[in-house]
């Protein structure tokens, strides 16, 4: 296993975050997984019974084949299947602002999982802010690389704005890390982490 | 038991072991009727290791067998599943103790219509039991008690063997440590019940059929089985496929015949395969081997819900499905993954592009052999199973 691609204990800063939150030995589900490397990074280090869930066939394939347990599926449509409180945490990175019904996703994560850990770009960073106002094009910056018309970002938000949907959904914010341009943590009021943050992970639970 | 078997068989079970079970204890049939005895025709490859830890069941689809590495004794060609097993393949004798059972009510050694009654010494022919996916999957559980294997440590198999892993799963959940069902549903669909009935009137309406009873009368419906296989053939692949082998170029001429023999190469090619079958398939066991297919229904067996049939269950999944698949298509592999999600069983389902329709599982699919073998090193870790270096 160990000479396997996706398993590696150097992993993204935000999905290293994301690790760290995940106590050892419990049941995690992972959508949008990628090629898995949360996922064996958990499995491998955390002894985390870790499943996976991809929209890309290429990386549902290359997670299975690599002795993961992932299935082809969409946050969207898929979650639904699941049976309550079948996970100690479902985590959901870098993905939101991708599905088609956020509030949705974020309702049945909570229903799938005990906890949910989210992670997305903020969308009330200063670079957007700036290019927005100042260049007045559709923002470009290097979390959100996309043009407006190929983007598959179609529900971004700012870290105030999830803030306000947790609060409207009655969902508990246990712990939120604001990562810079640079993926480290900063510490901030959230005013200020609105605007200097790129991007943010948070642990949420039901109240 | 071992008398009046038809060529084909005696060539068979030359080849392969045999049990002759249900002594003692008959099988009772999903139909009510009590089986007994009766035999099992399997063939196996590599060695069972000291903990019984390493076992493979194989299950074969409709119109393959037991021999499924090895030179075929009635056909003279390859083994069906060739690219999968074998030294250096994914599923390798030197690592693995490689089971295949021949199912019951098929034709290569195994009790069907073709033996004769124990209680009048008659051939079955139609009297035989209608038989059921889950008759056959007692039969090979009934074949690894004979034979002191407790538990599995994969059951795989594609289309009608993919049917028999679910049951397997579904059945015996502590005997299966990890089931592969590829290209295959849980349930058999209304189109694909239509296909088969489309065959087995075929075989019906054959004159020579007489009512099943043909070796009785020294007779073969060979017409009648031919364009059923015909007919099953094309259900196995893809518009694509048969395009791109053939499209519309003649056969062995160069103008259209005006006529009704085999113009098109595709024509050529079916009759090829319906007459082929002939030789190693008989026309009973066909009926009775599509009828189980067709009354394969998982979840009506579990109160109407498929996540009932895989509750707390301890087996890892591994589902395959392919794009251009329609007679098991991925929309059925996928009912099944919500099934076991909703039973919070542990999972992998990839779909694998291919062009190739049904018979893409049979074939050189480096996709899937890269997720099985992936899948089954995992699986082999978690189960301390030792790996090849």
Not at chain 1, 28 to 47: M, P, Q, S, T
Not at chain 1, 137 to 163: A, E, G, V
Request: aromatic share 8%.
């Amino acid at each position: 296993m160990k000479s396997e691609p996706a398993v590696t204990a150097a992993i993204r800063v935000d999905l290293q975050l994301i690790a760290d939150m995940v106590t050892p030995d419990t049941r995690a589900l992972d959508v949008g997984c990628g090629d898995g490397a949360l996922l064996a990074y958990l499995v491998n280090f955390k002894r985390v019974d870790a499943r996976g869930m991809e929209l890309s066939q290429a990386g549902v394939n290359a997670c299975v084949a690599s002795g993961l347990s992932v299935i082809q599926g969409d946050a969207d449509a898929d979650l639904r299947a699941y049976p309550d409180a079948a996970f100690d945490y479902v985590i959901l990175s870098q993905t939101l602002q991708a599905t088609r019904e956020p509030r949705e996703v974020l309702r049945q994560m909570l229903r799938v999982g005990k906890r949910a850990i989210v992670s997305f770009p903020n969308f009330a960073h200063w670079q957007v802010r700036l290019r927005l106002v100042f260049g007045g094009r559709m923002p470009q910056t290097t979390s959100l690389p996309y043009k407006w018309y190929d983007t598959p970002n179609i529900h971004l938000c700012s870290i105030d704005d999830f803030r306000a949907l947790c609060g409207d959904m009655g969902v508990r914010i246990e712990r939120a890390i604001v990562l810079n341009s640079k993926s480290r943590p900063i510490h901030m009021p959230p005013l200020l982490a609105n605007v200097f943050g790129e991007q943010a992970v948070f642990m949420l639970s039901r109240d | 038991m071992l008398q009046d078997l038809t060529d084909a068989e005696q060539l068979a079970l030359a080849q392969c072991r045999h049990a002759v079970l249900g002594v003692e204890r008959s099988l009772r049939l999903d139909c009510g009727v009590d089986l007994g005895p009766y035999r099992v025709a399997y063939q196996t490859y590599g060695t069972l290791n000291a903990d019984k830890t390493n076992a493979v069941l194989i299950c074969h689809p409709l119109s393959c067998d037991q021999f499924v590495s090895e030179r075929h004794p009635v056909t003279g060609k390859e083994g069906w599943w060739e690219s999968l097993v074998g030294p250096d393949k994914v599923l390798d004798p030197a690592r693995y103790f490689i089971i295949c059972v021949n199912v019951l009510g098929h034709c290569m050694g195994s009790t069907g219509p073709l033996a004769r009654e124990p209680a009048t010494g008659q051939p079955w022919n139609l009297r035989f039991p209608v038989v059921t996916i889950g008759d056959m999957v007692r039969a090979q559980a009934a074949l690894l008690d004979h034979l002191g294997i407790p538990d599995l440590f994969c059951v795989i198999g594609g289309s009608m063997g993919g049917m028999q892993v679910l049951e397997w799963a579904a059945t015996y959940p502590k005997r299966v440590f990890s089931a592969v069902p590829i290209a295959c549903a849980a349930h058999h669909s209304a189109q694909n019940i239509a296909f088969h009935e489309v065959g087995r009137q075929a075989i019906m309406a054959d004159p020579e059929w007489k009512g099943g009873d043909y070796r009785l009368h020294q007779t073969v419906p060979a017409r009648g089985l031919a364009v059923a296989r015909m007919t099953a053939h094309i259900t196995y692949l893809s518009e694509q496929a048969l395009q791109r082998k053939f499209g519309r170029a003649l056969q062995d001429r160069n103008a259209l015949g005006f006529g009704f023999d085999a113009d098109f190469q595709v024509e050529s090619y079916l009759r090829h395969q319906g007459s082929t079958f002939v030789d190693r398939f008989d026309a009973n066991s066909y009926l009775y081997i599509t009828r189980a297919m067709d009354y394969f229904d998982l979840a009506s067996a579990h109160g109407g819900v498929l996540a009932n049939a895989f509750r707390r269950s301890p087996t890892r999944f591994c589902l395959m499905s392919f794009t251009s698949d329609w007679l098991f298509p991925t929309r059925e592999s996928r009912e099944i993954v919500h099934a076991l999600n909703a039973a919070a069983a542990n999972v992998s389902f990839v779909e694998v592009e291919s062009d190739k329709g049904h018979d893409a599982f049979l074939l050189d699919e480096p996709e899937m052999f890269r997720t099985l073998s992936g899948f089954l090193k995992g699986a082999a870790a978690v189960r301390g199973l030792k790996q090849a270096a």
